[in-house]
Protein backbone atom coordinates (compact mmCIF):
# COMPACT_ATOMS: atom_id res chain seq x y z
CA UNK A 1 0.00 0.00 0.00
CA UNK A 2 2.73 2.88 0.69
CA UNK A 3 4.57 2.48 -2.22
CA UNK A 4 1.69 2.76 -4.53
CA UNK A 5 0.27 5.92 -3.21
CA UNK A 6 3.28 8.27 -4.23
CA UNK A 7 3.06 6.38 -7.97
CA UNK A 8 -0.44 7.51 -8.00
CA UNK A 9 0.31 11.16 -7.01
CA UNK A 10 3.35 11.54 -9.55
CA UNK A 11 0.86 10.49 -12.31
CA UNK A 12 -1.33 12.94 -11.21
CA UNK A 13 1.38 14.95 -11.28
CA UNK A 14 2.44 14.61 -14.98
CA UNK A 15 -0.99 14.57 -16.47
CA UNK A 16 -1.70 18.18 -14.38
CA UNK A 17 1.64 19.45 -16.29
CA UNK A 18 -0.31 18.67 -19.32
CA UNK A 19 -2.32 21.22 -19.26
CA UNK A 20 -5.97 21.28 -18.28
CA UNK A 21 -7.41 21.51 -21.37
CA UNK A 22 -5.19 17.65 -22.62
CA UNK A 23 -6.41 16.50 -19.27
CA UNK A 24 -9.93 17.09 -19.77
CA UNK A 25 -9.17 15.33 -23.48
CA UNK A 26 -7.67 11.85 -21.47
CA UNK A 27 -9.98 11.75 -18.97
CA UNK A 28 -13.12 12.64 -21.19
CA UNK A 29 -15.14 9.64 -21.64
CA UNK A 30 -14.69 8.41 -25.23
CA UNK A 31 -16.61 10.37 -27.86
CA UNK A 32 -20.68 10.06 -28.15
CA UNK A 33 -22.59 9.52 -30.86
CA UNK A 34 -22.85 12.59 -33.23
CA UNK A 35 -20.06 14.46 -31.61
CA UNK A 36 -17.72 16.43 -33.97
CA UNK A 37 -13.85 16.22 -34.05
CA UNK A 38 -12.07 19.63 -33.85
CA UNK A 39 -13.02 22.19 -35.93
CA UNK A 40 -11.54 22.63 -39.41
CA UNK A 41 -8.21 24.93 -40.32
CA UNK A 42 -9.51 28.40 -41.98
CA UNK A 43 -6.56 29.85 -43.76
CA UNK A 44 -5.81 33.48 -42.00
CA UNK A 45 -8.43 32.91 -39.64
CA UNK A 46 -8.66 30.67 -35.86
CA UNK A 47 -11.22 29.01 -34.12
CA UNK A 48 -12.04 30.74 -30.86
CA UNK A 49 -12.69 27.40 -28.53
CA UNK A 50 -13.13 28.92 -25.43
CA UNK A 51 -13.67 26.15 -23.00
CA UNK A 52 -14.92 23.36 -25.31
CA UNK A 53 -13.57 20.33 -25.58
CA UNK A 54 -16.11 18.37 -26.89
CA UNK A 55 -18.28 19.70 -29.38
CA UNK A 56 -21.84 17.94 -29.64
CA UNK A 57 -24.55 18.66 -32.27
CA UNK A 58 -25.18 22.08 -33.32
CA UNK A 59 -22.53 23.40 -31.63
CA UNK A 60 -21.46 26.84 -33.43
CA UNK A 61 -17.44 27.67 -33.11
CA UNK A 62 -16.60 30.87 -34.66
CA UNK A 63 -13.51 31.92 -36.29
CA UNK A 64 -11.47 35.22 -35.73
CA UNK A 65 -9.41 36.70 -38.46
CA UNK A 66 -5.57 36.56 -37.96
CA UNK A 67 -3.48 39.91 -37.50
CA UNK A 68 -3.12 41.87 -40.66
CA UNK A 69 -6.36 40.12 -41.81
CA UNK A 70 -10.16 41.05 -41.70
CA UNK A 71 -13.16 39.69 -42.18
CA UNK A 72 -14.92 40.20 -45.46
CA UNK A 73 -18.09 41.51 -44.97
CA UNK A 74 -21.44 38.89 -45.83
CA UNK A 75 -18.94 36.23 -45.46
CA UNK A 76 -19.78 33.45 -42.96
CA UNK A 77 -17.43 33.16 -39.76
CA UNK A 78 -18.90 30.06 -38.16
CA UNK A 79 -19.24 26.25 -38.42
CA UNK A 80 -22.00 24.17 -36.71
CA UNK A 81 -21.59 20.27 -35.66
CA UNK A 82 -24.10 18.81 -37.82
CA UNK A 83 -24.44 14.64 -38.45
CA UNK A 84 -21.09 14.38 -36.73
CA UNK A 85 -19.80 17.09 -39.54
CA UNK A 86 -18.44 20.42 -39.43
CA UNK A 87 -20.34 22.57 -41.85
CA UNK A 88 -18.60 24.09 -44.74
CA UNK A 89 -17.08 27.42 -44.50
CA UNK A 90 -14.96 29.35 -47.28
CA UNK A 91 -12.15 31.53 -46.51
CA UNK A 92 -13.44 34.52 -45.38
CA UNK A 93 -11.06 36.63 -44.05
CA UNK A 94 -8.55 38.85 -46.38
CA UNK A 95 -6.07 41.63 -46.17
CA UNK A 96 -7.06 44.81 -46.06
CA UNK A 97 -5.89 48.38 -45.03
CA UNK A 98 -6.54 50.31 -41.68
CA UNK A 99 -9.30 52.24 -41.34
CA UNK A 100 -8.59 55.20 -42.88
CA UNK A 101 -6.63 57.86 -41.33
CA UNK A 102 -7.87 60.70 -39.71
CA UNK A 103 -7.52 64.02 -40.96
CA UNK A 104 -7.84 67.13 -39.61
CA UNK A 105 -9.71 68.72 -42.52
CA UNK A 106 -11.61 66.24 -43.27
CA UNK A 107 -13.82 63.69 -42.31
CA UNK A 108 -14.73 59.79 -44.08
CA UNK A 109 -18.20 60.16 -45.74
CA UNK A 110 -21.04 58.30 -43.68
CA UNK A 111 -21.29 55.65 -45.72
CA UNK A 112 -17.29 54.10 -44.87
CA UNK A 113 -17.41 55.22 -41.61
CA UNK A 114 -18.78 51.84 -40.39
CA UNK A 115 -16.67 49.88 -42.68
CA UNK A 116 -13.26 48.03 -41.66
CA UNK A 117 -12.59 46.27 -44.79
CA UNK A 118 -10.94 48.03 -47.48
CA UNK A 119 -9.16 45.20 -49.56
CA UNK A 120 -6.40 46.48 -52.16
CA UNK A 121 -7.70 49.14 -54.69
CA UNK A 122 -10.57 50.72 -52.87
CA UNK A 123 -11.34 53.77 -52.66
CA UNK A 124 -12.83 55.82 -49.85
CA UNK A 125 -14.32 59.42 -50.12
CA UNK A 126 -14.09 61.91 -47.50
CA UNK A 127 -16.18 65.48 -46.83
CA UNK A 128 -14.88 68.81 -45.36
CA UNK A 129 -14.73 69.12 -41.68
CA UNK A 130 -17.16 71.93 -40.50
CA UNK A 131 -14.71 75.27 -40.98
CA UNK A 132 -13.42 74.08 -44.24
CA UNK A 133 -14.37 74.38 -48.20
CA UNK A 134 -13.65 71.75 -51.03
CA UNK A 135 -10.91 72.55 -53.25
CA UNK A 136 -12.79 70.81 -56.49
CA UNK A 137 -9.57 70.82 -58.38
CA UNK A 138 -8.71 68.23 -56.19
CA UNK A 139 -9.64 64.91 -55.32
CA UNK A 140 -11.13 63.97 -51.78
CA UNK A 141 -10.78 60.36 -52.04
CA UNK A 142 -8.28 58.24 -50.68
CA UNK A 143 -6.93 54.50 -52.64
CA UNK A 144 -5.75 50.79 -50.46
CA UNK A 145 -2.59 50.35 -52.56
CA UNK A 146 -0.88 47.20 -52.87
CA UNK A 147 1.12 47.26 -49.80
CA UNK A 148 -2.05 47.50 -47.96
CA UNK A 149 -1.57 51.71 -47.03
CA UNK A 150 -3.78 54.14 -48.38
CA UNK A 151 -2.37 56.87 -50.82
CA UNK A 152 -1.53 60.30 -49.48
CA UNK A 153 -4.35 62.49 -49.28
CA UNK A 154 -4.39 65.99 -51.16
CA UNK A 155 -5.11 68.99 -49.42
CA UNK A 156 -8.49 69.12 -50.60
CA UNK A 157 -9.96 71.15 -48.27
CA UNK A 158 -8.82 74.71 -47.36
CA UNK A 159 -9.76 76.59 -44.65
CA UNK A 160 -12.59 79.23 -44.61
CA UNK A 161 -11.65 82.38 -44.26
CA UNK A 162 -13.48 84.88 -41.21
CA UNK A 163 -14.58 88.32 -42.70
CA UNK A 164 -12.62 90.71 -43.73
CA UNK A 165 -12.29 92.82 -39.85
CA UNK A 166 -13.42 96.55 -40.56
CA UNK A 167 -10.98 98.80 -38.71
CA UNK A 168 -11.64 100.59 -35.69
CA UNK A 169 -11.98 103.63 -35.19
CA UNK A 170 -8.79 105.56 -33.11
CA UNK A 171 -7.55 102.22 -33.55
CA UNK A 172 -5.43 99.94 -36.25
CA UNK A 173 -6.34 95.91 -36.24
CA UNK A 174 -3.33 93.87 -36.91
CA UNK A 175 -3.80 90.57 -38.99
CA UNK A 176 -0.34 88.68 -38.22
CA UNK A 177 -0.67 86.13 -40.47
CA UNK A 178 -3.80 85.73 -42.22
CA UNK A 179 -7.92 86.05 -41.34
CA UNK A 180 -8.10 82.43 -41.95
CA UNK A 181 -10.24 79.77 -39.55
CA UNK A 182 -7.82 79.08 -36.03
CA UNK A 183 -5.95 82.93 -37.00
CA UNK A 184 -5.63 85.72 -34.62
CA UNK A 185 -6.29 89.51 -35.28
CA UNK A 186 -4.79 91.93 -32.62
CA UNK A 187 -6.19 95.51 -31.46
CA UNK A 188 -4.45 98.33 -30.42
CA UNK A 189 -5.63 102.05 -29.68
CA UNK A 190 -3.93 105.18 -30.82
CA UNK A 191 -2.17 107.41 -29.11
CA UNK A 192 -4.18 108.83 -26.50
CA UNK A 193 -6.66 106.41 -26.49
CA UNK A 194 -7.57 103.21 -24.26
CA UNK A 195 -8.86 99.83 -25.39
CA UNK A 196 -12.07 98.89 -24.01
CA UNK A 197 -12.70 95.23 -25.33
CA UNK A 198 -11.05 92.13 -26.01
CA UNK A 199 -6.89 92.71 -27.42
CA UNK A 200 -7.30 90.12 -29.76
CA UNK A 201 -10.20 87.70 -31.89
CA UNK A 202 -9.77 84.35 -33.19
CA UNK A 203 -11.09 83.23 -36.28
CA UNK A 204 -13.52 80.34 -35.10
CA UNK A 205 -16.07 78.43 -35.78
CA UNK A 206 -19.50 80.03 -35.04
CA UNK A 207 -22.39 78.05 -36.09
CA UNK A 208 -22.06 75.86 -39.38
CA UNK A 209 -19.53 78.44 -40.50
CA UNK A 210 -16.92 80.48 -38.86
CA UNK A 211 -16.37 83.97 -37.43
CA UNK A 212 -14.65 86.30 -35.19
CA UNK A 213 -15.07 85.01 -31.19
CA UNK A 214 -14.54 87.76 -29.62
CA UNK A 215 -16.55 91.76 -30.04
CA UNK A 216 -14.37 94.20 -31.79
CA UNK A 217 -13.36 96.71 -29.43
CA UNK A 218 -13.89 100.88 -28.55
CA UNK A 219 -10.70 103.03 -28.40
CA UNK A 220 -11.96 105.32 -26.00
CA UNK A 221 -10.05 108.62 -25.29
CA UNK A 222 -8.63 109.10 -22.53
CA UNK A 223 -8.77 112.66 -20.24
CA UNK A 224 -6.74 113.82 -17.58
CA UNK A 225 -8.42 114.58 -14.18
CA UNK A 226 -8.77 118.08 -12.99
CA UNK A 227 -5.71 119.76 -13.19
CA UNK A 228 -4.05 120.51 -9.71
CA UNK A 229 -4.97 124.32 -8.73
CA UNK A 230 -2.01 126.77 -8.19
CA UNK A 231 -2.26 129.20 -4.77
CA UNK A 232 -2.94 132.55 -5.56
CA UNK A 233 -3.44 130.99 -9.52
CA UNK A 234 -5.34 130.65 -12.05
CA UNK A 235 -5.84 128.53 -15.00
CA UNK A 236 -6.18 130.48 -18.29
CA UNK A 237 -9.19 129.30 -20.65
CA UNK A 238 -10.07 126.66 -18.43
CA UNK A 239 -11.61 123.72 -20.54
CA UNK A 240 -14.30 121.22 -19.39
CA UNK A 241 -11.74 118.23 -20.26
CA UNK A 242 -8.42 117.72 -21.21
CA UNK A 243 -7.08 115.07 -23.39
CA UNK A 244 -3.60 113.49 -24.13
CA UNK A 245 -0.63 116.39 -24.91
CA UNK A 246 -3.19 119.33 -24.16
CA UNK A 247 -1.59 122.26 -22.16
CA UNK A 248 -2.86 124.28 -18.94
CA UNK A 249 -1.55 127.56 -18.69
CA UNK A 250 -1.40 128.94 -15.64
CA UNK A 251 -1.54 132.99 -14.59
CA UNK A 252 -0.73 134.42 -11.31
CA UNK A 253 -3.28 136.71 -9.15
CA UNK A 254 -2.09 140.37 -8.72
CA UNK A 255 0.58 140.81 -6.46
CA UNK A 256 1.88 137.64 -7.15
CA UNK A 257 4.87 136.58 -9.69
CA UNK A 258 4.67 133.75 -11.58
CA UNK A 259 7.79 131.11 -11.30
CA UNK A 260 8.64 128.15 -13.08
CA UNK A 261 7.06 126.93 -16.43
CA UNK A 262 3.52 128.14 -17.17
CA UNK A 263 1.73 125.30 -18.59
CA UNK A 264 1.74 121.05 -17.95
CA UNK A 265 0.57 118.46 -20.05
CA UNK A 266 -1.76 115.85 -20.31
CA UNK A 267 0.38 112.82 -20.58
CA UNK A 268 -0.82 109.00 -20.07
CA UNK A 269 0.74 106.39 -18.14
CA UNK A 270 -1.02 102.64 -18.13
CA UNK A 271 -3.59 104.22 -19.90
CA UNK A 272 -4.53 106.68 -17.14
CA UNK A 273 -4.16 110.84 -17.88
CA UNK A 274 -1.88 111.96 -15.47
CA UNK A 275 -0.34 115.83 -15.36
CA UNK A 276 3.15 116.77 -16.33
CA UNK A 277 5.10 118.66 -13.82
CA UNK A 278 6.50 120.37 -11.89
CA UNK A 279 3.64 122.77 -11.38
CA UNK A 280 4.31 126.85 -11.20
CA UNK A 281 3.94 128.66 -8.31
CA UNK A 282 2.71 132.15 -7.88
CA UNK A 283 4.70 133.52 -5.38
CA UNK A 284 4.67 137.44 -3.97
CA UNK A 285 5.44 139.99 -6.11
CA UNK A 286 9.15 141.41 -3.87
CA UNK A 287 8.59 144.94 -3.48
CA UNK A 288 12.01 146.52 -4.81
CA UNK A 289 13.47 149.74 -3.77
CA UNK A 290 14.19 150.84 -7.26
CA UNK A 291 10.99 150.59 -8.74
CA UNK A 292 8.99 152.05 -5.63
CA UNK A 293 11.06 155.40 -5.49
CA UNK A 294 10.98 156.05 -9.30
CA UNK A 295 6.82 155.99 -9.23
CA UNK A 296 6.67 157.65 -5.98
CA UNK A 297 9.05 160.67 -6.20
CA UNK A 298 7.95 161.63 -9.60
CA UNK A 299 4.57 162.65 -8.64
CA UNK A 300 5.06 164.86 -6.04
CA UNK A 301 7.84 166.52 -8.27
CA UNK A 302 5.59 167.24 -10.80
CA UNK A 303 2.98 169.36 -8.12
CA UNK A 304 6.27 171.08 -6.46
CA UNK A 305 8.83 172.10 -9.16
CA UNK A 306 7.87 175.37 -10.23
CA UNK A 307 6.37 175.04 -13.86
CA UNK A 308 8.02 177.64 -16.39
CA UNK A 309 5.78 180.74 -16.65
CA UNK A 310 5.72 179.95 -21.06
CA UNK A 311 3.91 176.83 -20.77
CA UNK A 312 0.62 178.15 -19.91
CA UNK A 313 -1.11 174.89 -21.11
CA UNK A 314 0.59 173.05 -18.10
CA UNK A 315 0.62 176.11 -15.40
CA UNK A 316 -3.35 175.84 -16.24
CA UNK A 317 -3.43 172.14 -14.81
CA UNK A 318 -0.71 172.46 -11.88
CA UNK A 319 -1.71 175.99 -10.63
CA UNK A 320 -5.11 178.04 -9.44
CA UNK A 321 -5.84 179.94 -13.32
CA UNK A 322 -6.19 183.30 -12.22
CA UNK A 323 -2.31 183.65 -10.66
CA UNK A 324 -0.93 182.81 -13.90
CA UNK A 325 -3.24 184.17 -16.63
CA UNK A 326 -3.83 187.48 -15.72
CA UNK A 327 -0.19 189.02 -16.03
CA UNK A 328 -0.06 187.01 -19.38
CA UNK A 329 -3.14 188.83 -20.39
CA UNK A 330 -2.12 192.23 -18.48
CA UNK A 331 1.50 191.83 -20.71
CA UNK A 332 -0.34 191.91 -24.24
CA UNK A 333 -2.52 194.17 -23.31
CA UNK A 334 0.23 196.79 -22.23
CA UNK A 335 1.71 195.98 -25.64
CA UNK A 336 -1.25 196.65 -27.55
CA UNK A 337 -1.43 199.80 -26.29
CA UNK A 338 2.14 200.87 -26.75
CA UNK A 339 1.83 199.61 -30.72
CA UNK A 340 -1.20 201.72 -30.74
CA UNK A 341 0.13 204.91 -29.34
CA UNK A 342 3.01 204.06 -31.35
CA UNK A 343 1.14 204.39 -34.65
CA UNK A 344 -0.52 207.34 -33.71
CA UNK A 345 2.86 209.11 -33.01
CA UNK A 346 4.25 208.34 -36.41
CA UNK A 347 1.26 209.35 -38.35
CA UNK A 348 0.85 212.61 -36.06
CA UNK A 349 4.72 212.95 -37.19
CA UNK A 350 4.50 212.70 -40.61
CA UNK A 351 1.64 214.95 -41.05
CA UNK A 352 3.26 217.73 -38.98
CA UNK A 353 6.13 216.61 -41.31
C1 LIG B 1 -9.07 39.42 -51.24
O1 LIG B 1 -8.88 40.65 -51.87
C2 LIG B 1 -8.53 40.59 -53.23
C3 LIG B 1 -8.27 42.02 -53.69
O2 LIG B 1 -7.36 42.62 -52.85
C4 LIG B 1 -9.63 39.91 -54.01
O3 LIG B 1 -9.26 39.76 -55.32
C5 LIG B 1 -9.91 38.57 -53.37
O4 LIG B 1 -11.01 37.93 -53.99
C6 LIG B 1 -10.21 38.71 -51.91
N1 LIG B 1 -10.38 37.44 -51.29
C7 LIG B 1 -11.42 37.16 -50.53
C8 LIG B 1 -11.43 35.83 -49.93
O5 LIG B 1 -12.33 37.97 -50.37
C1 LIG C 1 -13.68 59.51 -56.00
O1 LIG C 1 -13.50 60.74 -56.69
C2 LIG C 1 -14.22 60.89 -57.88
C3 LIG C 1 -13.87 62.23 -58.48
O2 LIG C 1 -13.58 63.18 -57.51
C4 LIG C 1 -15.71 60.68 -57.66
O3 LIG C 1 -16.42 60.75 -58.87
C5 LIG C 1 -15.96 59.34 -57.00
O4 LIG C 1 -17.31 59.16 -56.72
C6 LIG C 1 -15.14 59.25 -55.73
N1 LIG C 1 -15.40 58.09 -54.92
C7 LIG C 1 -14.99 56.85 -55.16
C8 LIG C 1 -15.39 55.86 -54.13
O5 LIG C 1 -14.33 56.55 -56.12
C1 LIG D 1 3.45 51.65 -50.14
O1 LIG D 1 3.49 51.95 -51.52
C2 LIG D 1 3.53 53.31 -51.88
C3 LIG D 1 3.46 53.46 -53.40
O2 LIG D 1 3.52 52.30 -54.02
C4 LIG D 1 4.77 53.94 -51.29
O3 LIG D 1 4.80 55.32 -51.59
C5 LIG D 1 4.77 53.75 -49.78
O4 LIG D 1 5.96 54.25 -49.25
C6 LIG D 1 4.63 52.27 -49.45
N1 LIG D 1 4.51 52.15 -47.98
C7 LIG D 1 5.18 51.25 -47.27
C8 LIG D 1 4.94 51.28 -45.79
O5 LIG D 1 5.94 50.49 -47.77
C1 LIG E 1 1.42 93.43 -35.68
O1 LIG E 1 1.80 92.47 -34.72
C2 LIG E 1 3.10 91.96 -34.88
C3 LIG E 1 3.31 90.87 -33.87
O2 LIG E 1 2.66 91.11 -32.67
C4 LIG E 1 4.10 93.09 -34.74
O3 LIG E 1 5.40 92.60 -34.93
C5 LIG E 1 3.78 94.16 -35.76
O4 LIG E 1 4.64 95.24 -35.59
C6 LIG E 1 2.35 94.61 -35.63
N1 LIG E 1 2.04 95.52 -36.69
C7 LIG E 1 1.35 96.65 -36.52
C8 LIG E 1 1.12 97.49 -37.73
O5 LIG E 1 0.93 96.99 -35.44
Avoid at 232 to 245: C, D, L, T, V
Avoid at 293 to 317: G, I, L, M
Wanted: aromatic fraction near 8%.
Amino acid sequence: MSPARPRARALLCLLGGLGPQLLLLLLRPPAAAGDCSLPPDVPNAQATLRHHTSFPEQITVTYKCNKGFVKVPGKADSVVCQNSKWSELAEFCNRSCDVPTRLLFASLKKSYSQQNYFPEGSTVEYECRLGYIRDPSLSGNITCLQNFTWSKPDGFCKKKSCPKPREIEKGHVNITTDILLGATIYFSCNAGYKLVGAASSVCAFVGNTVGWTAEFPECQEILCPEPPKVDHGMIQEKQSSYAYRQPVTYKCMEGFTLHGQSSIYCTIKDDQGEWSGPLPQCRETDVTPTVSKSTEVNVPAAKSTAVPRTTSRFHATGTPKGRGSTPSVASTTASGHMCITLTILLMMLETVG
